[in-house]
């Protein structure tokens, strides 16, 4: 049992250390979690804001921690069991005594710093940002294997919880039909911090982060990286995204000549009215195990739907950086030339000369597409937009193109996907 083995880790006084990056909302979830476990702790924290890094541990019950702003001062004081807070991303990925770095902040940019930084340091990255996945995830998963370490999402967040349920459907020679996930806010393409500023507050959430949710881009990048973990791809542009219920899974999302939605199997979807929970739809053939799956109440068939009515964000991340750490397991990555991305569309009208500013902003929101029709389209894909400066107008919901802006060729992102392309 993980427990046990944590328990073991306890005993020993040698807990899995963990270096978190990033100490919003869901990086303090992610460090008090940490805190209440066997065998595991946040031994470093970065923000840009050293106060909330510092409040993030306070909350955890964890006070006094060390400031550092080198990486040998960082180890020392690690290396000697006290907790370290810093300003710096780089150096937070790149402690060589910690065991593995929790990317959380959400920013594309940053992702991609913090990834490449611990995998060249030789720690095992577990990825919250899928913002950063969804864009350069197989660039990165393949370097991760190359040094030797896990880079992997996180049962926490819908690709890796979603995974855990197509694992369990195909391991037992099931037909995935459909993959994907509730999500939790009428849609609104116009969403931005100022509209939503009231509701953020009242749900303590950052504003910005709240719009990337209600403008549908968490949703699109989410999916995006879950297709490319599994090789599906989206049924249409932005998916369907139906109102459905769970008792209505397996009914929607099938084949349309059977009577559901879908104009192909192996895709990616979305649904209103069941978050925050991820399903799969699968089937059989075989009349015996569709006898099987009707006596255990999964429905009449021929398609059935296994369906997860939670998942617990950076809460249950922990599970992930276990076993990563202790048993070199991949919760969800791409391994594989990747079948779908998320591209930048416009909010808003766009002029020559203006910045694009960043996801859950004023300027783009995402939408998932076929990682061939993409490419052959010459789309930009959305982790790459924040910084871009426009270099030919654009209208409200014309998805861009590289030939509509100057993207920003010194960032790490941007690096990291020309070699991607190249792969």
């Not at 080198?70 to 807070?85: K, L």
Request: aromatic share 4%; proline share 5%; with cysteine.
């Amino acid at each position: 049992m993980l427990h046990e083995r944590l328990k073991e880790r306890e005993a020993a006084s040698e807990p899995v250390l963990i270096s978190v990056v990033g100490a919003g909302q869901m990086g303090e979830g992610l460090v008090v979690q940490l805190e209440l476990m066997d065998g595991m702790q946040a031994s470093v924290i970065a923000d840009v804001d050293l106060e909330r890094a510092r409040a993030a541990f306070r909350s955890a019950g964890v006070y006094s921690p060390v400031e550092a702003d080198d990486i040998a001062a960082a180890a020392e004081a690690v290396g000697e069991g006290r907790r370290v807070i810093t300003t710096d991303a780089t150096l937070a990925a790149a402690i060589p005594n910690v065991d593995a770095v929790v990317e959380a902040t959400g920013v594309p940019e940053v992702g991609a710093v913090v990834a490449l930084g611990g995998i060249e340091a030789g720690n095992h990255v577990l990825q919250m940002n899928v913002e950063t996945d969804a864009t350069v995830g197989w660039i990165l998963r393949t370097k991760a294997r190359q040094a030797g370490v896990v880079y992997t999402l996180t049962v926490g967040d819908e690709p890796g919880a979603t995974m855990d349920l197509y694992d369990d459907a195909v391991s037992l020679g099931f037909e995935v039909i459909c993959a994907g996930k509730g999500k939790n806010n009428p849609l609104d393409r116009t969403a931005n911090p100022e509209t939503l500023a009231e509701s953020a507050r009242s749900q303590m959430m950052n504003p910005k982060m709240l719009a990337s949710f209600v403008d549908g881009t968490k949703t699109m990048v989410e999916m995006t990286s879950l297709a490319n973990a599994i090789g599906f791809v989206p049924d249409v542009l932005g998916m369907h995204g139906p109102d459905v219920t769970p008792a209505t899974i397996s009914d929607v999302y099938r084949p349309a000549t059977a009577g559901g939605i879908l104009g192909r199997t192996g895709v990616v979807e979305y649904g209103l009215g069941i978050a925050p929970g991820v399903f799969v739809v699968f089937t059989t053939d075989h009349p015996k195990i569709l006898r099987d799956l009707t006596y255990l109440s999964l429905g009449e068939g021929p398609y059935f739907a296994l369906y997860r009515p939670y998942h617990l964000t950076s809460l249950e991340t922990p599970i992930s950086l276990a076993r990563a750490v202790l048993d070199a397991d991949t919760t969800a990555a791409t391994d594989n030339k990747p079948t779908a991305e998320t591209v930048a569309t416009a909010k808003k009208d766009l002029a020559r000369g203006d910045v694009i500013d960043g996801l859950g902003g004023f300027s783009v929101y995402g939408l998932i597409e076929r990682a061939d029709t993409a490419r052959s389209g010459n789309l930009l894909p959305l982790g790459l937009a924040p910084g871009a400066t426009v270099a030919k107008a654009v209208t409200t919901g014309e998805i861009l193109t590289y030939d509509h802006v100057e993207v920003d060729e010194s960032k790490v992102i941007r690096e990291l996907r020309t070699e991607q392309d190249a792969m």
